[in-house]
């Protein structure tokens, strides 16, 4: 996923050395940076969690609205609950 804005701001993260040489081979393998495989992973995750929010409304706007299953109700509420 890209984003369309042309505006990007710089951030600074920690990593351990172990994990950062494992980045370097990565982005290596990958023809790219540490930067931008990072990015590329922060934008999915964005992305990821855009979609599963979008799919929650509507899935709860279907509950809201629910479901006819078919069939009628022929019987009162007193008739099924006779005592």
């Given at each position: 996923m890209s984003t369309t804005s042309s505006a990007?701001?710089?951030i600074t993260i920690r990593l351990d050395q172990r994990t950062v040489r494992r980045a370097?081979?990565?982005a290596a393998k990958r023809?790219?940076?540490i930067s931008r495989l990072i990015a590329q992973?922060?934008?999915t995750l964005v992305g990821e969690d855009d979609a599963y929010e979008q799919a929650r409304r509507?899935?709860?706007a279907l509950l809201d609205r629910g479901f006819h299953l078919g069939g009628r109700i022929e019987?009162?509420?007193d008739e099924w609950h006779e005592r």
């Open positions: 990007s701001q710089n370097k081979v990565l023809n790219t940076s992973q922060i934008e509507r899935a709860l019987a009162s509420r």
